[in-house]
């Protein structure tokens, strides 16, 4: 399963377009780039309800950008036909504000990004090193790890539970049900539903002893919007928002990042030599291996895109993958480039009004993580031979299984075993 987008073999003409189709998974950079290249920057497909994907970088960041004519919310009606979303197909639930319009999108937008924002992460990082750190004492004495199931798997939610002041010996149970969901795996509805009912108790619970966590559950709880509360079931859904906003992309992304620089030593050691060019080389990573397939909008009024029609009630997929290796907008764009002076536009964090509102922590995660490897394991090396992508990548693109031996080294974190970290202080 090693560089399976190097497969020369082309899907059958008549195959239309799916991105939760295996041959998609396997050959998506393939497939995009036919479609840039082969004069079809928009294409329609049938599956999932009827679609159009698009394909340009332009393209895709001028549908980010115009909510007027391209809409996140769900239950949009047109003819008596419902559709809408950030997902195609739709997920069971709403994802927060993800799938909100303007004005409502900003005004929670806007409640909850200081809480998310370059200086709150900054100000995080001492807590952030001690859990990378903590994570990576749990294996370093051993030799050896499972990139995704001892790091990548267990690294984000930690962050996101302590950050949001969630429990943090329900970590590992919140993080299984998001990985199912992310893969859409058997059962995974029921487990997400159960996440979502939990974080109700809780935020009920803190709203009875007028207590909450310090930080953005806090704000979201004692907020007024119009003159009124916002209600529990709003925050709770707001909270599940960002919960399952901080884990699997980035998850993924640890993956995509160890099994790159497996393969590009001249890169590691670059990376080694000079650590201060490990957050453009995240960039660069970003951009090569988007973690995230996709983003959905609905057609509001009619547009054009690419010389495609398009009418109220349409849906359309933006190809975030295709539009960050659009030669147009970064030449010689299958190669990471250290030096390449725009590798912070690439659209994996999204763009406009939507842009993820947790940008800066994932981006700090993936620098912290990286710094930390580089320094403990620098010698780390990848069984090839076992590793195992994602089958399907309908939500996330990343690897399964990522198996690698390193010469054992000393714990950092004293006295915290194998206990979990302690929670923050207030």
Known sequence: MIDRSADPIAPPEDEPFDHHAPDFAARWPEIYRDMREGGCPVVHSPRHGGFHAVA???????????????????????????????TVPVTASRLGMMEMDPPQSLVYRRLIAPHFSARTVREYQPRLDTIVDWVLDRVIT??????????GAMLPPLVIVDLLGLP???????AHALHQGASHQKGSARAIIAVMREMRELVGAWRAADSGPPGVCTALLDAEVDGAPINDDLVAELVFMLLTGGVDTTTAQISNTVV???????????LIDDPEVIGTVIDELLRLHTPGTGAARTVVAPAEVAGASLVPGDRVFLGIGSGNRDEGVFPDADRVDPNRPNSHQHLSFGYGIHRCVGAYLA?????????????????????????????TIPLVNGWTRVPVTFTPGPRRVAGLDDALPVPRSA
């Open 56 to 86: 340009a970088y332009e393209d895709i960041r001028r549908v980010l950008q115009e909510p007027q004519h391209f809409a996140s919310g769900r239950e949009l009606e047109f003819d008596g036909v419902v559709v809408g979303g950030a």
């Open 142 to 151: 051993s030799g050896r790890m499972d990139v995704v199931a001892d790091l």
């Open 168 to 174: 943090m010996d329900r970590w590992e149970h919140y």
């Open 260 to 270: 790159h620089l497996d393969a590009d030593p001249q890169l590691r050691q670059r």
């Open 363 to 391: 981006k700090a995660e993936l620098v912290t993580v990286t710094r930390a490897l580089l320094e403990r394991m620098p010698d780390l090396a990848v069984d090839r031979a076992a590793l195992e992508h994602r089958p």
